[in-house]
Structure formats: C-alpha cells, structure tokens
C-alpha cells in the first residue's frame, strides 16, 4: 500500500534555521465560546491564542506544564519561540503521567539534555500542518501517512472514526485530542500519550 510522505526539514539544525526564516501569516480559528471551552477542557484556538507563539500558548495552559518544563529543561524554548512554522505534537500531563516517574524525573536531569531534547523534537514537525492537512494525507494515503519529524524519525498517522492517531517507531499509540491550536508560529495538537522515537 502507497503511503504519503510528508517531506519536510529534519534535524534540529533544520528546527534551528527554520526558525531564522521570514515570517509567514498564520490563519487565526474561529473564536468559540465559553461553555465550549469549558465542556471540552482542552486549549481553545482563538484569536487571541494566534498572538502568542507556541512556548507562550503552552505556558499559559495548565494542562502542558509538564510539557513547559520538559522544554525548558531541554533548551529548546527559544528554538519553539522562534518564526517557525512549528507543528508540535503536545502531550498533556496526563500523557506524562503515563511514563514512569523515575524515567521522567531522569530525563529532567541536566545530564539528559540531549536526550530529553530528541525526545521532545521527536513531537516537532517543521511546518504548519493543521489536522485537515493531516486527514487529507491520511485518505491519499490509503489510510495512513508518513510524518518526519525534526529528529530525523517518523511518525504514522492515521485515522480512527474522526481521531487522528500516531503510532510511533516503537508501536505505540498517541490520539489527537484537541487540534489545531493556532499560535503566532505554528499549530499545536495536544495529544494523550508521549510518543517514543
């Protein structure tokens, strides 16, 4: 079976120059109301979040703080704070919570910067890449796509019911559960599961 292949910059260099190129105008979401907010307790797409780059966005949700701090422990918060385009596959900190502690907590140490930083890009694609793009690649491709990441992975996406779902090098299975959060710089998906290179 043909399966689509995104072919975008890998590496972290190709994150790093990415972020020096021009900046290209992002298209903000409609804005949706409170109670929608509220009912699907995910980040909401608004104007306003299309402001903000992606470091900012996640800083200012309370369900990536795991996230925010894996970044940071990384070096990488300037890097994700940079032009872009960035399509970063977010996991909550309920996806963290799914790692054991004593992992997290070893990845968090300064001597696994470098590690912790290819686990992290491993849920970057340079890029904007919104969940329609990725549908879309998902039906030309027969039902599934091939994503590179800027660690030099991959990532399959596919589809199950109206859910987009990676499956990562090791077999294992993340599903999108709030796309298309639009920042300054890109798009965040948050997902519920942290994907393994």
């Known amino acids: 079976m043909k399966k689509s ?7 972290l260099s190709a994150l790093a120059l990415s972020a020096c190129s021009g900046s290209e105008s992002v298209p ?20 306003t979040t299309a402001n903000k780059n992606i470091v900012a966005l996640a800083q200012d ?11 940071t422990a990384a070096g990488l918060g300037e890097t994700l704070s940079g032009t872009g385009p960035f399509t970063v596959f977010a996991p909550s900190n309920a996806a963290f919570a799914k790692l054991d502690k004593a992992t997290l907590d070893g990845l968090l140490k300064p001597e696994n910067k470098a590690t912790l930083a290819s686990l992290l890009t491993y849920h970057v694609v340079a890029g904007d890449v919104k969940s329609g793009d990725l549908a879309k690649l ?46 300054s710089n890109g798009t965040i998906h948050l997902v519920d599961t942290v994907v393994m290179p």
């Open 138 to 183: 998902i039906s030309d491709g027969k039902g599934t796509a091939t994503v590179k990441t800027v660690n030099g992975g991959s990532l399959k996406a596919s589809m199950d019911g109206n859910k987009i779902v990676l499956t990562d090098a090791k077999g294992g299975k993340s599903t999108v559960t709030a796309p298309d959060m639009v920042a």
């Open 5 to 11: 292949t995104l072919t975008w910059a890998v590496g």
């Open 61 to 71: 949700n309370p369900q990536v703080s795991t996230l925010v701090t894996a970044i």
């Open 28 to 47: 903000t979401e409609t804005e949706v109301t409170q109670d929608d907010a509220m009912a699907s307790d995910n980040i909401v797409a608004t104007e």
